[in-house]
């Protein structure tokens, strides 16, 4: 995948607060790069493999977008009832027909690079998107804002999972590891955090 190289986050040892801040919950999926060019959809991992052939329902969701050509950062991941994350199941083959990717970034669309705008400007458009084209294989991660960081990393430890991303609401994206989108784990603070 020469086109894009992914944002990587730092992992954190405190949940950062403010305005400026937005808190999503990890996925723990398979982190893909969906990008839609007419009626070719490809599924690109962190290695530049393209998992399409892997993940149907995630390609017959970007292809009912009501777009030519978008690309948008997000996990392929499988959710069991309750709506958690079920990290192992994606990795067996009957189980990666039911994934479907919770989109956190829209990179570009309609041949516009979208990746120096804000954050806050990207999710926007985003949401838009797949509210127009509404589909089981794609779906919204949505976040929570500046202050209420604290409360979902709490939540997410208690629920079990990894921690949470804390992202800058007015950071461009960027290749590689930076100090805008940070990774909180409930290990690194431990589950009574406050």
């Not at 804002?145 to 994206?173: T, W």
């Amino acid at each position: 995948m020469s086109l894009i190289r992914l944002y990587q986050q730092l992992v954190a040892h405190q949940v950062p607060t403010g305005p400026e801040w937005m808190h999503e919950p990890p996925w723990n999926g398979y982190r893909i790069v969906a990008r839609r060019y007419r009626s070719v959809v490809r599924l690109w991992s962190c290695d530049g493999q393209d998992w399409a052939g892997v993940f149907p329902a995630i390609v017959d969701a970007i292809r009912a977008l009501p777009t030519d050509s978008a690309m948008i950062d997000g996990e392929a991941v499988c959710l069991r009832e309750d709506g958690s994350p079920e990290f192992h199941t994606p990795r067996s083959e009957t189980a990666c027909w039911e994934a479907r990717l919770m989109a956190f970034d829209l990179l570009t669309l309609e041949g516009q690079d979208l990746r120096p705008n804000p954050l806050h400007e990207r999710r926007t458009k985003l949401a838009f998107l797949l509210n127009e084209g509404a589909h089981d294989g794609l779906r919204f991660s949505s976040h929570m804002e500046g202050y209420q960081g604290e409360a979902l990393f709490r939540h997410a430890c208690e629920m079990n999972l990894e921690g949470i991303v804390s992202k800058r609401r007015d950071s461009p994206y960027r290749s590689g590891p930076c100090k805008d989108w940070l990774k909180v784990k409930c290990g690194k603070l431990g589950r009574g955090h406050a």
